[in-house]
């Protein structure tokens, strides 16, 4: 298994629900990442988690929280988010060691009413 | 700080023509330099990396890319180009930490047929 997947594909959500992101990789990975990508920007990182501990948190606002409950899942719980929120949320897994490439899955497009 | 530059936003190319995206880094260190593709709505994909060696990389789908450290360049080549080819394309360069990847701004490749 060479890919990281995502869940949901797309999800529409109002300012006042909770709802989580899914983020799976079986390779062995022992970093994932969380980005945030607004339509014809690049990805902006949000979180690294590496050996299951969280180690960058980009100044994320706290409506935003990860979650690494194993090293092969990664999760973003999200509420009272804002409209502009709305993005497409990539995760993306590496191996270990500093310069390797990241392994992106295709993204949760997030609608934010 | 590092940075990447990416002078070319939209680029448009004939069916079976060549191409070339540019891509100019700064970067302190010895730059570890990526180019990812992504078409719309989906991840990024990884189509060649540089991290030493041979300066002229081949990657996926025929591309190739040849890092000048004396130019601080690291451009993306492909002698003809596919209609499938169109798509965002992402230069990336790594810092030691944590492998957080610094992106460029993005060139969107359109063909005609």
């Known amino acids: 298994d060479t890919e990281v997947t995502q869940t949901p594909k797309h999800l529409v959500m109002g300012m006042t629900n909770k709802k989580s992101l899914k983020c799976e990789q079986h390779m062995g990975h022992r970093a994932m990442y969380w980005y945030k990508q607004k339509a014809k920007k690049p990805p902006e990182l949000m979180f690294v988690y590496s050996y299951e501990k969280l180690s960058i948190n980009e100044s994320v606002p706290s409506r935003f929280s990860p979650e690494c409950p194993n090293s092969s899942l990664l999760n973003l719980h999200l509420h009272a988010l804002q409209p502009e929120d709305s993005a497409l949320y990539l995760c993306?897994?590496?191996?270990?060691?500093?310069?390797?490439?990241?392994?992106f899955g295709p993204g949760t497009r997030l609608t934010v009413l | 700080a590092q940075s990447v530059t990416q002078p070319d936003i939209h680029i448009t190319v004939s069916e079976g023509a060549s191409l070339e995206l540019r891509c100019n880094y700064s970067?302190?260190?010895?730059?570890?330099l990526f180019w990812y593709v992504q078409s719309p709505g989906q991840g990024l994909q990884l189509l060649l990396k540089y991290f030493s060696g041979d300066t002229l990389v081949q990657g996926i789908k025929g591309f190739e890319a040849e890092f000048k450290r004396s130019q601080s360049s690291f451009n993306l080549r492909k002698p003809s180009v596919h209609w499938s080819d169109a798509a965002e394309y992402f230069c990336?360069?790594?810092?030691?930490?944590?492998?957080?990847?610094?992106f460029g701004t993005g060139t969107r490749l359109q063909v005609t047929l």
């Open positions: 993306a897994s590496m191996t270990g060691g500093l310069y390797n490439e990241q392994f």
């Open positions: 990336a360069v790594t810092t030691g930490t944590a492998s957080k990847l610094t």
């Open positions: 970067y302190g260190a010895t730059p570890y």
